[in-house]
């Protein structure tokens, strides 16, 4: 369980929107257990932002009445931490316009460092104090209220899953069990010199495997029906909790926002044409912030608008023999019969050969097998397009 008591961390809502996550959408998707804890974290880098914000400030009073040159290291030094945040949204980039502006400007007055220091860096402090309440022993009142419901809503949900797993691995291994009950039984019929009555065991047994297999099928479609049907308050209950955070980022977005714009009225001096239009620029950005925008990135890369791929039947596949390529170059010298005019067989699953040799097909496809099964478990066979090659012949089934 997330830790209550929660160390201050870089606010993520400050910086420009990063790259889409590479991590399986399944495994990192909004919806998966545990995963709301992106969502609790925000609040605790928000209050670190504040600092972030006080401190960059400040600073840049001081650097005021140093001109230029100051001022230009001030911006350089600055410009690389807030590229180091996870920040992201309109919010960074008007951040960053801020000192693209101050490495154009040569010299500013020492009243600006005195309204940054007297006006903006208290109000920001003040705003901060009364923002984020904190709960004794438990980090942010917000953050612990926000981590509570979202895990109190997904306890349900992830019993749930975790007997979804439990029943869909017990279905695959009946599926192995019958698939190697089947290939026995073939074995056993093969074999001329066993008796009838050890056959008809090796027959018994593939028979209970497969009765076996269709009464864990029906298990795992069962549970899979409760997991289903349980999936809208599911997220009907996740999605009330996370819209409440995303109403807190408005807010902490809107303020920022006109903090922003208020630092940029001390900031714009308008004797100068050049400094104008370093300041038209700068208050465009500034406008160009969107609350909707950002917190709606937020929702499409760290909440409910993530893709996933909500739970279903996973059907089981055979294993694939490993081909002695070898040996089978070496039946092929001796020869092996061909099929006059082939065999129409019918793909049972998708198979993508890991050789030139070998074919690629999905299953449902028809094709023909023009040779027979190799002791090795493969067949040679034409696609429709005309390309010939190996496949395995646990893979396919006589077309009717």
Same mark, same amino acid.
């Given at each position: 369980?997330?830790?209550?008591?929660?160390? $201050?961390?870089?606010?993520?809502?400050?910086?420009?929107?990063?790259?889409?996550?590479?991590?399986?959408? =399944?495994?990192?998707?909004?919806?998966?257990?545990?995963?709301?804890?992106?969502?609790?974290?925000?609040? &605790?880098?928000?209050?670190?932002? $504040?600092?972030?914000?006080?401190?960059?400030?400040?600073?840049?009073?001081?650097?005021?009445?140093?001109?230029?040159? #100051?001022?230009?290291?001030?911006?350089?030094?600055?410009?690389?931490?807030?590229?180091?945040?996870?920040?992201?949204?309109?919010?960074?980039?008007?951040? @960053?316009?801020?000192?693209?502006?101050?490495?154009?400007?040569?010299?500013?007055?020492?009243?600006?460092?005195?309204?940054?220091? +007297?006006?903006?860096?208290?109000?920001?402090?003040?705003?901060?104090?009364?923002?984020?309440?904190? /709960?004794?022993? $438990?980090?942010?009142?917000?953050?612990?209220?926000?981590?509570?419901?979202?895990?109190?809503? @997904?306890?349900?949900?992830? =019993? =749930?899953?975790?007997? %979804?797993? =439990?029943?869909?691995?017990?279905?695959?291994?009946? $599926?192995?069990?019958?698939?190697? +009950?089947?290939?026995?039984? /073939?074995?056993?019929?093969?074999?001329?010199?066993?008796?009838?009555?050890?056959?008809?065991?090796?027959?018994? +047994?593939? &028979?209970?495997?497969?009765?076996?297999?269709?009464?864990?099928?029906?298990?795992?479609?069962?549970?899979?029906?409760?997991?289903?049907?349980?999936?809208?308050?599911?997220?009907?209950?996740?999605?009330?909790?996370? &819209?409440?955070? #995303?109403?807190?980022?408005?807010?902490?977005?809107?303020?920022?926002?006109?903090?922003? %714009?208020?630092?940029?009225?001390?900031?714009?001096?308008?004797?100068?044409?050049?400094? /104008?239009?370093?300041?038209?620029?700068?208050?465009?950005?500034?406008?160009?912030?969107?609350?909707?925008?950002?917190?709606? *990135?937020?929702?499409?890369?760290?909440?409910?608008?993530?893709?996933?791929?909500?739970?279903?039947?996973?059907? *089981?596949?055979?294993?694939?023999?490993?081909?002695?390529?070898?040996?089978?170059?070496?039946?092929?010298?001796?020869?092996?019969?061909?099929?006059?005019?082939?065999?129409?067989?019918?793909?049972?699953?998708?198979?993508?050969?890991? &050789?030139?040799?070998?074919?690629?097909?999905?299953?449902?496809?028809?094709? %023909?097998?023009?040779?027979?099964?190799?002791?090795?478990?493969?067949?040679?066979?034409?696609?429709?397009?005309?390309?010939?090659?190996?496949?395995?012949?646990?893979?396919?089934?006589?077309?009717?």
């Amino acid at each position: 369980m997330l830790s209550l008591v929660m160390r $201050c961390e870089t606010f993520p809502m400050m910086a420009s929107l990063p790259k889409e996550p590479r991590e399986d959408p =399944k495994n990192q998707s909004f919806w998966m257990p545990g995963n709301h804890v992106r969502t609790v974290h925000r609040t &605790e880098q928000s209050f670190q932002a $504040c600092n972030d914000i006080v401190a960059c400030f400040m600073e840049r009073a001081k650097v005021e009445k140093q001109y230029a040159q #100051q001022l230009s290291q001030w911006s350089s030094k600055w410009k690389s931490i807030v590229d180091s945040r996870p920040l992201y949204g309109s919010l960074m980039r008007a951040w @960053q316009c801020f000192f693209t502006s101050t490495e154009r400007l040569s010299a500013l007055h020492s009243s600006i460092s005195q309204s940054l220091v +007297a006006e903006e860096g208290d109000r920001v402090k003040t705003w901060q104090k009364e923002t984020f309440p904190k /709960k004794i022993f $438990c980090g942010f009142r917000e953050s612990y209220d926000n981590n509570t419901s979202f895990s109190r809503a @997904q306890k349900p949900w992830s =019993k =749930k899953l975790i007997k %979804l797993e =439990k029943v869909r691995v017990a279905y695959h291994k009946c $599926c192995q069990k019958e698939q190697t +009950a089947i290939e026995k039984e /073939k074995q056993a019929n093969e074999n001329s010199e066993m008796s009838p009555e050890k056959k008809q065991k090796f027959t018994d +047994a593939r &028979e209970k495997a497969a009765e076996a297999k269709e009464k864990s099928r029906e298990q795992y479609e069962k549970v899979l029906e409760d997991v289903t049907s349980y999936t809208p308050r599911y997220m009907e209950e996740m999605e009330a909790i996370f &819209e409440q955070s #995303q109403e807190e980022e408005r807010k902490r977005i809107s303020f920022l926002k006109q903090a922003f %714009l208020s630092i940029h009225r001390h900031l714009d001096i308008t004797n100068n044409e050049s400094v /104008k239009a370093v300041y038209g620029e700068l208050h465009h950005t500034l406008m160009s912030i969107s609350e909707q925008d950002d917190v709606k *990135w937020w929702k499409n890369n760290h909440g409910p608008g993530m893709p996933t791929d909500w739970p279903k039947i996973e059907e *089981w596949v055979p294993p694939v023999k490993k081909l002695n390529r070898k040996k089978r170059d070496q039946k092929r010298k001796e020869g092996r019969p061909v099929m006059i005019g082939g065999v129409k067989v019918r793909a049972l699953y998708d198979y993508v050969g890991e &050789e030139g040799d070998e074919l690629s097909f999905k299953a449902g496809e028809v094709f %023909l097998k023009v040779e027979e099964e190799d002791d090795q478990g493969w067949c040679r066979g034409v696609l429709s397009g005309g390309k010939e090659g190996f496949y395995p012949a646990n893979y396919v089934e006589v077309a009717e």
